[in-house]
């Protein structure tokens, strides 16, 4: 980037002209104050003469933990070295902090003064949240000595910190209530895995003799047929909405809704996850992101780092991507088992998101929605947006979709009170 | 005019170089009283020219943004200042019915999903204003309002709020409070 004038020295020329005129004007005349005029010659010269060298600096940054658990505290160290063959008297940096971190120690910014080869150093804090950031470019903007001329360019090296979230299931989530058991009891010949043995009877003509419980017949000499009951799992798809229209907060440091819904659909996939269900994952965003449900280790590692770091769900909304949400919501439906249930997390902003999960009811999935609320109620309009809200999450029930309605408590506890409602 | 200036300037310079280079060309000029007292008086308007020009002369520095905060998100409503819809403006009569509109449909919804109405009867309370017993509210969302009293035309005209952002403020207060249970 090419030099500019900062019009710092606007001016400096009037304290040599006054200076001499003053010699001139006022009697007795005097030399003296023509020698101070040469002064501000000499300063006018100071502001004028130099121009600002190009700055070639080059960055490197450390974290001291690239991949933290959420709300640690990251020391990010940045040093800064003159590799040109210019001095750097005025030297102004700013890093480029990712937009969805917070630095909570320290600032991230040095103004100092580099000779050829020399390094600078400094460090700051930044509070780690769920997400995959990149650091964006530093700005480097330099003067010259008196500051009359200014340079700015950007300098950059690849800098990434990733932080997923354990998703341990401490959490009690109840979702019993939230999906239904296939209770479809089919006896089977076989014993094996995902059989329950359930009981015994009378035993029948025709029973295979595998089935007959000969320890019965040995302690009391009755015929008994042992029955297994087969329990099927349900298969479950978490979908979040990360439309850019979510992404929202009630207040200026709260988590925004995206970031809320993304962490229930963590806390849920693992709940699922042991409760033996099949689970996938999707998100009604720009980005695609589509996890077919399933089951195991692998199934659980690799959902857990696309909450983690998948764009679609990154905390800030991801810029100008073209997003046709009626093409996402039908590949979604092709693509959904015909069995599958879904919990949909979103704040529930617009009518949009409301026609979606009515649809997807209306094809035969068992919809739940879980909406973090995002509202507040300082000024009219923000009043106004609530009730709007609310007069969604009404809609939706009067259709018979179950909506939770999570402000400000954990998961659990809204689980556990809506279960209430619902079995009241 | 400033070309003129330029070039006599441009000569005085070459001129004064020349003396120091050869002092006998100073004699040229009689360096009177007067002509020194001239230049005085040009030097001290020229000085308090470049003086002011810095009061007119904008600074110009890299403004950089505060990559240290979190970016910020928007709260759902901060969209529609119902304090300014009714500010002087193109386009204020669109805004307004925009919004009456909406409010009128947030009431419709409400009427229905809370107190239990039919969309019919919903749209029939909130026409004849029997939806509330806010008067203020009540009038707002029907076609054909009755007349205000006098009394309360003149106290409107001592107040800072306009009547519009009024009354919506008073409607969305009573859908809350209809939500809340609080009705």
């Known amino acids: ?424 | 005019m400033r070309t003129a200036t330029a070039f006599v300037g441009l000569v005085a310079t070459v001129f004064g170089f020349a003396v120091v280079v050869n002092r006998g060309l100073g004699g040229l000029f009689d360096l009177d009283y007067l002509v020194v007292t001239l230049v005085g008086v040009l030097a001290l308007v020229q000085g308090v020219r470049y003086g002011l020009s810095r009061r007119k002369t904008q600074f110009r520095a890299t403004t950089t943004d505060d990559p240290e905060l979190r970016y910020r998100v928007p709260t759902p409503g901060d969209d529609l200042d119902i304090e300014f819809v009714g500010d002087r403006s193109l386009g204020r009569a669109h805004r307004r019915e925009q919004l009456r509109n909406r409010l009128h449909e947030a009431a419709l919804e409400t009427l229905t999903g809370y107190g239990g109405l039919t969309r019919d009867e919903a749209a029939a309370r909130l026409d004849d204003g029997t939806w509330t017993d806010d008067p203020v509210a009540a009038a707002a969302l029907q076609d054909a309002p009755p007349r205000p009293s006098l009394a309360s035309r003149l106290r409107a005209l001592f107040r800072t709020e306009s009547s519009f952002a009024r009354s919506a403020r008073h409607v969305i207060d009573e859908l809350d409070a209809i939500q809340e249970g609080r009705r």
């Open chain 1, 1 to 424: 980037m090419s030099a500019f004038e900062t019009n710092r020295w606007t001016g400096v020329e009037a304290l040599a002209l006054l200076a001499g005129s003053l010699a001139i004007l006022v009697s007795p005349r005097q030399p003296a104050l023509l020698l101070a005029g040469v002064l501000g010659i000499a300063y006018a010269a100071y502001a004028y003469g130099g121009d600002v060298p190009e700055p070639s600096v080059t960055v490197s940054r450390e974290l001291d933990d690239t991949t933290p658990e959420p709300d640690d505290t990251v020391r990010v160290t940045v040093t800064v070295r003159n590799t040109g063959d210019a001095v750097l008297p005025d030297l102004r940096l700013v890093d480029g902090v990712p937009p969805a971190l917070e630095v909570t120690d320290g600032t991230a910014r040095l103004g100092t003064a580099l000779r050829p080869g020399k390094r600078a150093r400094f460090s700051y804090a930044v509070r780690a949240v769920r997400g995959e950031h990149e650091w964006e470019p530093m700005w480097v903007i330099a003067r010259n000595a008196s500051g009359s001329n200014e340079r700015v360019t950007e300098t950059n090296t690849e800098t990434v910190l990733r932080c997923e979230p354990t998703l341990s299931a401490t959490e009690n989530l109840l979702l019993r209530g939230l999906t239904t058991q296939y209770t479809g009891r089919v006896t089977t010949d076989v014993a094996g895995a995902g059989l329950e043995f359930t009981s015994t009877r009378d035993y029948r003509r025709g029973d295979p003799l595998k089935r007959v419980d000969w320890n019965r017949l040995a302690r009391t000499g009755e015929l008994a047929t042992t029955e297994f009951r087969e329990e099927r799992a349900a298969t479950v798809v978490l979908l979040v909405d990360a439309r850019e229209e979510s992404y929202l907060a009630p207040e200026e440091d709260a988590p925004n809704a995206v970031e809320r819904a993304a962490e229930a659909a963590g806390e849920t996939f693992v709940a699922l996850l042991d409760g033996g269900d099949r689970v996938g994952l999707a998100a009604f965003a720009a980005e695609e992101l589509w996890l077919s449900p399933g089951t195991g280790e692998d199934h659980r590692a690799r959902g857990r780092r696309l909450l983690a770091t998948h764009p679609a769900l990154a905390p800030t909304p991801t810029e100008d991507e073209v997003f046709f949400p009626s093409i996402r919501l039908r590949r979604l439906q092709r693509r959904l088992p015909a069995d599958a249930q879904i919990i949909l997390f979103s704040p529930l902003v617009d009518d949009y998101v409301v026609t979606a999960a009515r649809r997807l009811d209306a094809y035969g999935h068992l919809v739940t929605v879980v909406s973090p609320d995002p509202t507040a109620d300082e000024t009219p309009g923000r009043r106004l947006a609530r009730v709007e809200r609310r007069n969604r999450m009404s809609r939706l029930r009067r259709t018979g979709i179950r909506v939770i309605d999570w402000r400000d408590e954990s998961l659990a506890s809204e689980l556990a009170r809506s279960r209430e409602r619902w079995s009241s």
